[in-house]
């Protein structure tokens, strides 16, 4: 089962960005599609954004489309995301996860997390 490690995450002003990666421990890492969590305190856990094994399809939930990005490097084994003019709400625990087959934008199929990393945003 692959193994995901997130890193990236830290505290920045509103407005500002920060890049997310996870590093994934096998080299099947192509064949999974991928995909971004967040939880905020109190929160159930939320769908970001997914991506499909070659970055061909992307899916975004309404409230991060325009501000965020996410993307893969499969001869890496890394997965971004991109997160530009961050909001306050945006602050949570970021995970990462995989998906086997071609389901990057359904939140179920996700079966593999890493242990998460935590963005925190300031007004």
């Known amino acids: 089962q692959v193994q995901l490690v997130e890193s990236g995450g830290g505290l920045v002003q509103a407005g500002g960005s920060l890049r997310l990666s996870c590093a994934a421990s096998?080299?099947?890492?192509?064949?999974?599609?991928m995909g971004w969590f967040r939880q905020a305190p109190g929160l159930e856990r939320e769908f970001v954004a997914g991506?499909?094994?070659?970055?061909?399809?992307?899916y975004y939930v309404d409230s991060v489309k325009g501000r965020f990005a996410i993307s893969r490097d499969n001869a890496k084994n890394t997965v971004y995301l991109q997160m530009n003019s961050l909001k306050p709400e945006d602050t949570a625990v970021y995970y990462c996860?995989?998906?086997?087959?071609?389901?990057?934008?359904?939140?179920?199929?996700?079966?593999?997390w890493g242990q998460g990393t935590q963005v925190t945003v300031s007004s």
């Open positions: 996860a995989a998906a086997p087959g071609s389901r990057y934008n359904d939140p179920t199929a996700f079966n593999t």
């Open positions: 991506i499909n094994w070659n970055g061909g399809n992307t």
């Open positions: 096998e080299r099947t890492f192509k064949w999974y599609d």
